[in-house]
């Protein structure tokens, strides 16, 4: 029997120092996809058909704990550098009906509207019946899952580091 080879999208690049970083990437560009795919289609079947993944991301930011945010915590928490990205998403989503926004001195203030919340609350129970009963029945235990969630985000510092070491080249 053949020697099996890491499964990555770029032989080049798992030549290298670690091939299992080649098989974590290639693992992320797929989930990456697959996630961004979900949150769409899983939007349009609670009732938001056409939203973007940014903005099914950013709804669901402003609708946790039921308070407003500010756009720099949305920024923050998930991670966009592009102030432009989350701002086009916000104003699409304003225009939805599903966010408000206000002014707490110059700070804007994005808050859930009733509909919005509706739809996070629809979006949670789709998710429930299609996804999340699954991986509990079929998938990963809660604990691996916990662990992977946890070595993503580690790995997320070592990318932004080495991001900002790439720019200074």
Known sequence: ?????????????AAGASPALSEVEYGMILAGHAFQRWMVLCA??????????VEVL??????????????AEI???LAIEDTHIATYAIRKLEG??????????????????????????????????????????SGPPAAALSEVAGLLRTLSGFYDQASRAAATL
């Open 1 to 13: 029997m053949a020697e099996l080879r890491p499964v990555v999208s770029s032989s080049h690049l």
């Open 96 to 137: 939805a009906g599903l966010v408000t926004t206000s002014r707490a001195g110059k700070e804007k203030l994005v808050a859930a509207t009733a509909e919005g919340a509706a739809l996070c609350e629809r979006y949670a129970e789709v998710r429930e019946g299609l996804l999340a009963g699954a991986v509990r029945d």
């Open 44 to 53: 349009a079947a609670a009732g938001a058909p056409g939203l973007s993944p």
């Open 75 to 77: 920024l923050l928490a």
């Open 58 to 71: 950013i709804l669901h930011t402003v609708h946790h704990r039921g308070r407003p945010k500010r756009q």
